[in-house]
């Protein structure tokens, strides 16, 4: 393996650059050596060397700016700088430009060899992260195309799911109808569960769009005045739910750095959320505090609903997810999945704390003017 790697030598001492020479040479090594360090700038313009050995002090030039040039031909380039014992100093302080190591004169084989062999070794590890990096550079890019291809087969695929649901929506409309009278009660129940499942399905297309364009769209950050933007969300989860009664109270909110329709679209799943799990009380209960902690805020939306076992709750927020029976609850699982995903797109993090039969605290952590939370 030796032979494969090239060493370079500039040093204006002829009975030092000979010597030095000799021995890399007598070590198995390919080296070529200058005393000229114009010539040898030429020559590590135009071949590829792995090693660069140059005295800290060449006449007339500055090695350390020498050094500097063969880098920017090759970052990768391993250089160690010959010195004597009075130079040591400015030999580790050269350390500070990129230099790998340096060796004393006069030279100890020993020595040499321990300090080339850690140059070949730091060469090597430079040339295989660089290729590293490019592989990854590549990979990057093959995968956003296979993404933004991914997109637009699932955009078409969603199309169609969505014409198939309302075809059978429209059908199932039509014969409702039309024939609704004339089926009898088991028949009615069956058209009713066709309605059913085709929006279902057509909502469920929905959001599984909505959570894939939120890993990848871009955000449109304004000032949100956030209590604005927590009553629309509660405006929107009451007349869906037909305007249940439920008791609210929202703490004073702070303004904050945001996509303003995303943070809402976060409410209205939290909201939702709350009053589907609380149904099973007389009266729901839903509490949005508020505490601002240096450069982010902590939000808290608290229900007296259903509550979760803590110890199923790890995937709480991954898609289709449910910790609860389907059939004591509706729902496919995907509204924390995005509410998790918009909050991290903002730089903040969401968790959730329950106990069965003990309502539901979920707590989100957002930065105020775009500063990154503090670690979880």
Same mark, same amino acid.
């Given at each position: ?65 020498? $050094? ?37 004169? %006069? ?177 729901? =209960?839903? *509490?949005?505090?508020?505490? *601002?902690?240096?450069?982010? *805020? ?27 029976? %389907? ?11 995005? $509410? ?22 979920? =707590? ?8 990154? %939370?503090?670690?979880?």
């Amino acid at each position: 393996m030796l032979e494969q790697f090239r060493i370079i030598v500039v040093d204006d001492d002829q009975p030092h650059l000979e010597a030095l020479c000799s021995q890399l040479q007598e070590a198995g090594f390919d080296v070529n050596g200058f005393s000229d360090s114009t010539v040898a700038l030429e020559q590590l313009t135009s071949q590829r060397f792995d090693v660069l050995f140059i005295r800290l002090q060449l006449t007339g030039v500055d090695g350390i700016e020498l $050094v500097q040039r063969a880098q920017q031909l090759d970052p990768d380039l391993s250089t160690v700088l010959i010195t004597d014992q009075g130079s040591i100093k400015t030999a580790i302080d050269a350390l500070k430009f990129g230099v790998l190591d340096y060796v004393l004169m %006069p030279l100890k084989l020993s020595e040499l060899m321990q300090v080339t062999n850690r140059a070949i070794q730091m060469r090597k590890l430079r040339l295989e992260n660089t290729q590293l990096i490019r592989d990854l550079s590549n990979s990057n890019l093959r995968l956003r195309e296979m993404n933004h291809e991914l997109d637009h087969f699932a955009g078409r695929v969603a199309h169609d799911l969505n014409s198939l649901c309302h075809i059978i929506q429209g059908f199932a409309g039509s014969l409702t109808r039309r024939a609704y009278n004339k089926l009898d009660e088991q028949e009615q129940r069956y058209l009713l569960r066709i309605n059913e499942a085709s929006a279902r399905g057509s909502q469920l297309v929905s959001d599984l769009l909505a959570f894939a364009r939120l890993g990848s769209g871009e955000l449109q950050f304004n000032q949100v005045v956030l209590n604005e933007v927590v009553e629309k969300a509660r405006a929107l989860v009451e007349l869906k739910e037909g305007l249940r009664k439920a008791d609210w109270s929202i703490a004073i909110l702070p303004d904050i750095d945001g996509d303003e329709s995303l943070l809402e679209l976060v409410f209205v799943n939290l909201f939702s959320n709350a009053l589907k799990f609380s149904q099973i009380r007389e009266l729901p =209960t839903i *509490v949005v505090e508020a505490n *601002v902690l240096d450069d982010v *805020v902590e939000i808290k939306v608290i229900d007296n609903g259903a509550g979760f076992d803590p110890e199923r709750a790890e995937g709480l927020f991954k898609p289709f997810h449910r910790l609860h029976n %389907p059939h004591d609850f509706e729902g496919h699982g995907m509204g924390l999945a995005n $509410v998790k995903r918009i909050v991290e797109r903002h730089g903040g993090y969401i968790k959730a704390t329950s106990a069965p039969d003990k309502g539901a605290v979920f =707590t989100l952590t957002l930065p105020i003017r775009g500063a990154t %939370p503090p670690n979880r």
